[in-house]
């Protein structure tokens, strides 16, 4: 049976519209494609931004790292216990010297932290004594990273006390109570000094407040 011309019209116009609909389609999801890839773009142009910036300051922490390899050697890793040993010894000594009792001393070991620029051990310290005796305490222990000795590097360092709570004695508030952990950084085991804490290829790495800052530069 033969169409009429109505109906052919009606199916060409079925067809142009199919059609339509299809371009359209395929246009959007083409557009979509090119916004994304737009997208892509602009987020490559700043990483390259930050990584030509990063270049640029590059020496300036090259100088500040061989500056500290030299004049401030990373304690180099034998032990966990031979580390809780040293700590512990360093910790004691403090004490002496700030007037609070051994005895008022409570210590427990930690889990040791290992990342790819150090090794961190720690000990757990409770301790109480006067208000005086205990901010002594806690400062001689970070003075430890100041004490220079004739040839210019640091006797002790990388000491550090990431956490720490003071707390007065509920039966005499003249006696403070002091938790705290005290750490050590060590250098990682199997690296030497001159390669620890850097990165020749990907960048440098350094450490601020005791969380990690990466500085990535690109190698060019």
């Known amino acids: 049976m033969a169409l009429q011309q109505s109906e052919k019209n009606l199916m060409a116009i079925l067809g142009v519209a199919l059609f339509g609909v299809i371009n359209f389609v395929g246009y959007s999801a083409l557009e979509d494609k090119k916004q994304e890839q737009r ?7 700043i990483q390259e931004a930050e990584y030509n910036a990063l270049n640029t300051i590059r020496p300036i922490w090259e100088k500040r790292r061989s500056f500290l390899l030299e004049k401030c050697p990373q304690p180099g890793f034998v032990s ?5 040993v040293e700590i512990e010894a360093h910790l004691k000594a403090c004490a002496l010297s700030a007037g609070v009792a051994e005895t008022s001393l409570v ?6 932290i290992s990342t790819a620029n150090y090794n961190q051990v720690a000990l757990n310290v409770n301790a109480s004594g006067s208000a005086m005796s205990i901010m002594k305490l806690v400062s001689l ?11 210019g590097s640091l006797k002790h360092g990388f000491y550090a006390i990431p956490n720490i709570q003071f707390e007065a004695d509920r039966k005499d508030p003249t006696i403070l109570k002091c938790a705290f952990i005290l750490a ?10 001159s390669s620890a804490s850097y990165d020749d290829v990907n960048g440098i790495e350094f450490f601020a407040n005791n969380n990690k800052l990466k500085l ?3 190698k060019r």
């Open 184 to 193: 050590r950084w060590y250098s990682p085991e199997g690296l030497s000094e």
């Open 141 to 151: 222990i970070q003075a430890a990273n100041h004490s220079n000795v004739k040839d």
């Open 107 to 112: 210590i427990k070991p930690t889990e040791m």
């Open 216 to 218: 990535m530069a690109a």
């Open 39 to 45: 997208d892509r773009l602009y987020q490559l142009e």
């Open 80 to 84: 966990e216990e031979a580390a809780a």
